[in-house]
């Protein structure tokens, strides 16, 4: 079932959607992040009319996801200009995923300023380079380069062109969320000993109102500039097709090695 196909499973205007996850998009024993918080995302947005656009999120992944699942959201506040909104995903071991996100209608400002150094991006993947992960696992949703990853490589930084196989007619945003967490933790690739890992939160900060990219490559980008004690500190960067950087975010991951 494609990322479309789950989103459609949603009723406008209901507080709780009985949603069930397919193994093809689990990682290990949960779901893959990037779905959940896509899931809470729909939600939220189907919980009130004529919400602005995304600015911000905050991201928990509490627990284990997988099977059936009940995603909720409710209104904390809203304003003239900013709408606050909490989701929550429940399934049978209580509650694994919480969000906080931020509507905001944009407004004029003095300020005009970036400053987010791009990579050297290599060339989009043409369809004889790329490949898709396995059934069972979320990146047989997934397409990217077959040197995909560089572990255990004494890299802190990991960086690679993404796409959903099926990302036609998807909302931008829901897209964007999507695939914004498809590489794994950048510490990876600095570990020198086998070990599980897992993101423990996700923050997201929208850059821009409607993003868009070619043909569904999105350029996604994670660099560990701390890890010790167990845990270990990312900035996340997506860009898209014309090196435009879209959205940024920060994870705090747990390292069991």
């Avoid at 399934?91 to 050297?120: E, K």
């Avoid at 010790?228 to 097709?241: I, L, R």
Wanted: charged share 15%.
């Amino acid at each position: 079932m494609n990322l479309a196909s789950l989103l459609d499973k949603f009723t406008p205007g209901a507080t709780t959607h009985k949603i069930s996850i397919p193994p093809s998009w689990h990682q290990g024993r949960t779901s893959y992040g990037g779905l959940s918080s896509v899931l809470a995302y729909q939600a939220a947005r189907l919980a009130a009319d004529d919400l602005p656009p995304l600015q911000s999120a905050q991201i928990a992944f509490v627990g284990p996801l997988a099977g059936d699942v009940d995603v909720s959201a409710h209104i904390l506040r809203r304003g003239k200009n900013t709408a606050f909104l909490q989701a929550e995903i429940s399934g049978t071991d209580g509650v694994g995923l919480t969000c906080n996100f931020i509507f905001m209608n944009r407004r004029q400002s003095h300020l005009d300023y970036a400053n987010i150094p791009a990579p050297d991006f290599p060339l989009i993947p043409t369809d004889d380079v790329v490949r898709s992960g396995p059934p069972e696992f979320f990146t047989g949703h997934m397409q990217y380069p077959d040197k995909r990853l560089e572990l255990g490589m004494a890299t802190n930084r990991l960086a690679s062109w993404h796409r959903l196989t099926e990302h036609q007619g998807l909302d931008p945003i829901a897209e964007l969320i999507c695939i914004g967490d498809a590489l794994p933790p950048s510490a990876m690739g600095i570990m020198t000993e086998k070990g599980m890992v897992s993101s423990m939160n996700w923050q997201i900060n929208m850059l821009t109102d409607s993003p868009t990219t070619e043909n569904g490559w999105w350029y996604l980008s994670s660099e560990t500039h701390h890890a010790a004690n167990g845990a270990s500190s990312q900035y996340m960067t997506v860009w898209n097709s014309r090196g435009e950087a879209v959205l940024k975010g920060m994870q705090s991951v747990a390292i069991f090695a």
